[in-house]
């Protein structure tokens, strides 16, 4: 498959919006239930929540900018030119969804908020489901037996 116009995985919702729906909608039903605490000692809990955010950035970061250097672009809404298969992209099939999650973690724990940490379950089978199976599609269509035998070595997770 050429690249071309219409030539994209299909994902409807940027996936960083849909980590923000879940964690924001969380958040605000715990805050209309008066969920309680996480329980955890505020110095502890925000020192927890700044080492997961900032690494689930950095992992993000050190994605997305693999993809740069390849010259491909990481939104899923554009043409991918290039398999990315080396860097982060050997250990997991999907590090910047990885590093959402982690970011979310993080950002939920500096929330207080359980029902939002809870919600991450369901965020990520979504994204698994319509974001990450539509990718899986596209990339099999664009790559073929390229994809098909990375998909073989590489998990998609971790």
């Not at 409807?12 to 923000?20: K, Q």
Request: some cysteine; charged content about 20%; proline content about 8%.
């Amino acid at each position: 498959m050429k690249p071309g116009r219409g030539d994209h995985s299909g994902v409807v919702v940027p996936p960083p919006a849909i980590y923000f729906a879940f964690l924001l909608g969380g958040w605000g039903l715990g805050q209309w239930l008066g969920e309680p605490s996480l329980g955890l000692a505020t110095e502890v809990r925000r020192g927890l929540a700044l080492v997961l955010i900032l690494g689930g950035l950095l992992l993000d970061g050190a994605a997305a900018g693999y993809f740069r250097r390849l010259g491909t672009p990481p939104e899923p809404w554009k043409p991918t030119t290039v398999l990315a298969t080396g860097g982060l992209y050997r250990f997991s099939r999907n590090p910047i969804y990885l590093g959402f999650a982690i970011t979310y973690l993080g950002l939920a724990i500096a929330m207080d908020s359980p029902i939002a940490l809870g919600l991450l379950i369901p965020c990520l089978i979504v994204v698994d489901r319509f974001v990450i199976a539509r990718e899986e599609r596209y990339l099999s269509a664009r790559f073929g037996a390229e994809y098909e035998a990375y998909k073989g070595r590489v998990r998609r997770w971790l």
